[in-house]
């Protein structure tokens, strides 16, 4: 980010890089703790508990953890390199 800023803007480019990682992680505990939300009342609500919801759960997190980092890493490979 520092090469496409300005010395204006520069500081604050850098400072919203390193506060999405904050926001990342809180909305990634959201995520988790939503999706086990979903999925412990669907295991209370069926007669049969089966192990195989956990195993789904961890997966569908992980699934939706990826999306970021693959949208991050198109972006990144389309981003044109600077002149220097």
């Known amino acids: 980010m520092s090469e496409f800023a300005n010395r204006r803007t ?4 850098i400072a919203a890089v390193f ?6 992680i809180l909305a990634s505990s959201a995520v988790t703790m939503a999706i086990c939300a979903i999925f412990d009342a669907a295991s209370h609500s069926s007669y049969e508990k ?7 759960a961890w997966r569908l997190i992980l699934l ?4 970021p980092a ?5 972006w990144r490979m389309k981003m044109p ?4």
């Open 81 to 84: 390199e600077t002149a220097r």
């Open 10 to 13: 520069r500081g604050g480019f």
């Open 64 to 67: 939706i953890g990826s999306i």
């Open 50 to 56: 089966t192990p195989k919801d956990a195993d789904w």
């Open 70 to 74: 693959g949208l991050t890493f198109y």
């Open 19 to 24: 506060s999405m990682q904050g926001f990342g």
